[in-house]
């Protein structure tokens, strides 16, 4: 696909935007936070997610058509170690010494606030699709992963092993796409010493997940965006059977 601009929502590294400005196009960093000092546009992407859906005044109406929006959206209540949490068998309750009462209190905080963030998910994906904008969705890919059992929109984009384009974990990834289809090319570039992402001691905490979800490398990111969205050589490009 041509793409005229990109628009990396929660995302302050900078790491897709400077990929996709490597590449000639035009892209901003949007995130409340700025960590890494990358963020251009730090707002309260829920808010304006409310806002658009509530058909008010918003970022999006700013974002075109021939844009993009490449949205990796926190994944805290979503992914499968979540399931810990609501079975009680979390390691954590245990030591904080909860009760058994506090216990519950906390399944039914985190049940609620899955909630919340679920519904912001699906409200992004109907502006987007009332609207005609071109959207992708980042999120981890697993068996119990939340939103494979629960989601009206499949992932058109399972990457199960990152390591494949340059990047220094495996950790499976699903990308969803609206409004647009994945270029389907494939890179090869297996040369990182593979990371674990528990032993990325250089990642910093906030928000809603780790930064380190922001940890993707540079070449990954390259390589992605040459592969399923513009669908270009990536100087990595082995050939495909489609």
């Given at each position: 696909?041509?793409?005229?601009?990109?628009?990396?929502?929660?995302?302050?590294?900078?790491?897709?935007?400077?990929?996709?400005?490597n590449?000639?196009?035009?892209?901003?960093?949007?995130?409340?936070?700025n960590?890494?000092?990358?963020?251009?546009?730090?707002?309260?992407?829920?808010?304006?997610?409310?806002?658009?859906?509530?058909?008010?005044?918003?970022?999006?109406d700013h974002?075109?058509?021939?844009?993009?929006?490449?949205?990796?959206?926190?994944c805290?209540?979503?992914?499968?170690?979540?399931?810990?949490?609501?079975?009680?068998?979390?390691?954590n309750?245990?030591?904080?010494?909860?009760?058994?009462?506090?216990?519950?209190?906390?399944?039914?905080?985190?049940?609620?606030?899955?909630?919340?963030?679920?519904?912001?998910?699906?409200?992004?994906?109907?502006?987007?699709?009332?609207?005609?904008?071109?959207?992708?969705?980042?999120?981890?890919?697993?068996?119990?992963?939340?939103?494979?059992?629960?989601?009206?929109?499949?992932?058109?984009?399972?990457?199960?092993?990152?390591?494949?384009?340059?990047?220094?974990?495996?950790?499976?990834?699903?990308?969803?796409?609206l409004?647009?289809?994945?270029?389907?090319?494939v890179?090869?570039?297996?040369?990182?010493?593979?990371?674990?992402?528990?032993?990325?001691?250089?990642?910093?905490?906030?928000?809603?997940?780790?930064?380190?979800?922001?940890?993707?490398?540079?070449?990954?990111?390259?390589?992605?965006?040459?592969?399923?969205?513009?669908?270009?050589?990536?100087g990595?490009?082995?050939?495909?059977?489609?």
């Amino acid at each position: 696909m041509t793409v005229n601009f990109a628009h990396c929502f929660f995302e302050q590294s900078g790491t897709f935007k400077h990929a996709f400005q490597n590449l000639g196009i035009l892209s901003l960093d949007y995130d409340i936070q700025n960590d890494f000092g990358e963020t251009d546009l730090q707002m309260d992407l829920f808010a304006q997610i409310e806002l658009a859906f509530d058909g008010k005044p918003s970022i999006f109406d700013h974002i075109r058509q021939n844009d993009l929006i490449l949205a990796f959206f926190p994944c805290i209540y979503f992914c499968e170690a979540n399931m810990m949490f609501f079975c009680g068998t979390n390691i954590n309750y245990k030591k904080r010494g909860l009760s058994a009462s506090q216990v519950i209190e906390e399944i039914i905080d985190r049940d609620t606030n899955r909630h919340k963030y679920y519904v912001l998910l699906l409200k992004l994906f109907h502006v987007c699709e009332v609207r005609q904008l071109r959207l992708i969705v980042e999120n981890p890919y697993n068996a119990h992963h939340y939103l494979r059992f629960n989601f009206p929109y499949k992932p058109a984009v399972i990457d199960m092993n990152r390591r494949l384009r340059g990047d220094y974990v495996k950790k499976p990834t699903q990308y969803f796409f609206l409004n647009c289809e994945p270029s389907g090319k494939v890179s090869l570039q297996l040369d990182k010493v593979q990371q674990f992402t528990r032993n990325r001691h250089s990642a910093k905490i906030g928000g809603l997940c780790s930064s380190d979800r922001s940890m993707i490398s540079d070449d990954y990111a390259h390589n992605f965006i040459c592969d399923h969205i513009l669908g270009i050589d990536s100087g990595h490009t082995q050939p495909t059977l489609f």
